[in-house]
């Protein structure tokens, strides 16, 4: 069985599915508006009360992301996965020369191609991530702002409500564009992950992908698990349980008898719990 390591937790699957079901109907909805006439806004249009549920469909997603993002706030700075996230996602020196060494891979200046060994996140996904925050800031607070028409035209003047619809109406356009061409190609057309990286349902990535997008990362790992308590079955060809990989340091170590005798331990232990009355 191919080795495989956690990309995504659970948790973290959930909020990218959450994000993208609402970003989906944000931009079905938004949309619907601004084309109101082209022919795929007939169904929402011609259907009872098509466009007013249209309306609140908008503001009942726009307001879920916010809740989403707030969630998200506090699950970066509450544990300590998401601490982690947090500082692997701070654009660094190196990101922006893996920037420069993929535009010079791209356009054929490096013969041959330089092999780059990307972080946890590459310079992509931080790209990607912090285009996701500002954007979310943008249209929050513009998103408002159409909401509220007569209460902002009570204080600011009515050239200020047209600059925010503009906002809105572009960022969504570059919101939206930089999901199908940017993210699209990065996880689903890109050859090296072709037909689709599965780690968004998974949650894992196979060595073949880590060794591809994220090889400095995959190295950190491995140097890591050194030493480090391991699955017994990735171990030995029979039992289960967990055992601790041996260290080589000169000779080889006979780690035969020191396993049997631990697995023997683990044995030992299930009967017990088996054989306990409760007295």
């Not at 408002?144 to 047209?162: A, R, S």
């Amino acid at each position: 069985m191919a080795k495989k390591y956690l990309r995504m937790t659970l948790n973290e699957r959930m909020q990218h599915l959450n994000l993208a079901v609402n970003f989906t109907l944000l931009v079905i909805t938004g949309f619907a508006l601004s084309y109101s006439t082209a022919f795929w806004v007939s169904p929402i249009a011609e259907a009872p009360m098509g466009m007013t549920l249209r309306g609140f469909l908008h503001r009942l997603c726009g307001v879920a992301t916010i809740f989403l993002g707030g969630y998200h706030l506090l699950y970066l700075a509450f544990t300590e996965r998401g601490r982690e996230i947090a500082k692997d996602m701070i654009p660094g020196l190196k990101d922006a020369k893996d920037l420069w060494e993929t535009l010079k891979n791209n356009f054929f200046i490096n013969r041959p191609a330089k092999e780059l060994k990307m972080p946890r996140f590459n310079f992509r996904e931080k790209l990607e991530y912090l285009g996701l925050i500002w954007g979310t800031i943008v249209m929050t607070v513009t998103g408002f702002i159409l909401w509220f028409k007569t209460q902002w035209l009570m204080y600011f003047p009515m050239w200020t409500w047209d600059v925010a619809r503009a906002i809105h109406f572009y960022e969504a356009v570059l919101a939206t564009l930089t999901i199908i061409v940017w993210h699209f190609y990065s996880v689903v057309f890109n050859p090296d992950v072709y037909p689709m990286s599965w780690a968004w349902i998974t949650g894992d990535l196979t060595e073949h992908e880590m060794e591809e997008e994220h090889g400095l990362e995959l190295e950190r790992i491995k140097d890591q698990q050194k030493g480090e308590l391991k699955e017994f079955e990735e171990s030995a060809p029979v039992g289960g349980g967990r055992v601790y990989g041996i260290h080589r340091e000169g000779k080889e170590r006979e780690k035969g008898p020191s396993l049997r005798r631990f697995y023997g331990i683990i044995q030992g232990f299930n009967e017990a719990i088996k054989n306990w009355k409760g007295t």
